[in-house]
């Protein structure tokens, strides 16, 4: 029987479920969750990576969704409790894909997990079928503080949009970037997309540095590229936009 009474504690996993159609079984989410859902009565069971184990226990889920390697821990801790997990650790822009059809059969939707991935594919074809000859150099940044190269299915979803990202390779974890760096790649576009800010981000983070670059700085909501759920389309939509 598909489970009925779901808790999602990624916040990819609640935005996949929400396409998939089934949001309306989801019983407990994390506070980074809220965004990708509207009028769904769900227990908000704390952060990412220190949800309320005690109390998502007590909703009595037929299925815990958790995502990332950094969420390991907490799905072992989950499964120690004898509940059912469905965890995804994708890296990468078809592994973001594939992971909708995992979702749909373990949510019991094959049918729609299957057309949700199909349905990406063929936006991101249209993309790179319309994508310029000559690709701008783009730097995308995920963390200021220090300044985080952004990685995993960034570069992927940054050439599907039409430019050109030598700062880290496909599937690559995230890393910290040199000034240096940046400015013999000299882009001519900058994207902010900082981790659980949205797009309340201030442009001038990169523009009152000190670096010898001068790119068109964009800032996008982090909900579009930083998880590896449908809204990678829409950030790679978005970065076309304005490439």
């Known amino acids: 029987m598909p489970p009925r009474r779901i808790v999602s504690l990624a916040p ?14 989801l019983v407990g989410v994390t506070s980074h969750c809220r965004a990708e859902l509207d009028d769904v009565d769900a227990a908000v069971l704390g952060g ?5 184990l005690d109390r998502l226990e007590s909703l009595e889920p037929d299925l815990v969704c958790t995502g990332d390697a950094l969420q390991a821990t907490v799905c072992d801790g989950i499964r120690d ?24 059969r373990a949510v019991g939707r ?30 995308c940044e995920e963390w200021a503080d220090p300044p985080m190269a952004a990685g995993n299915w960034v570069p992927e979803v940054v050439a599907a949009a039409g430019g050109r990202y030598p700062f880290v390779d496909p599937g690559e974890r995230s890393r910290r970037i040199t000034r240096e760096e940046v400015e013999a790649a000299d882009p001519d576009h900058a994207v902010l997309h900082l981790c659980g ?47």
């Open 12 to 25: 990819a996993a609640t935005a996949t479920l929400r396409e998939l159609g089934v949001a309306d079984r």
């Open 48 to 52: 990412w990576l220190n949800p309320d």
């Open 81 to 104: 409790r004898g509940l059912d997990v469905h965890h995804s650790t994708a890296t990468t822009l078809d592994g973001a894909i594939e992971g909708f059809v995992a979702l749909g």
């Open 110 to 139: 094959p049918e729609a997990g299957a057309d949700l991935a199909a349905r990406s594919r063929e936006r991101l074809a249209r993309l790179r079928d319309r994508a310029p000859s000559s690709r701008p150099t783009v730097y």
């Open 197 to 243: 800010r949205g797009d309340d981000v201030d442009p001038a983070i990169i523009t009152d540095r000190d670096w010898a670059v001068d790119p068109a700085v964009h800032v996008v909501d982090d909900a579009l590229l930083n998880q590896p759920s449908p809204n990678l389309i829409d950030g790679a939509e978005r970065l076309a936009n304005l490439f």
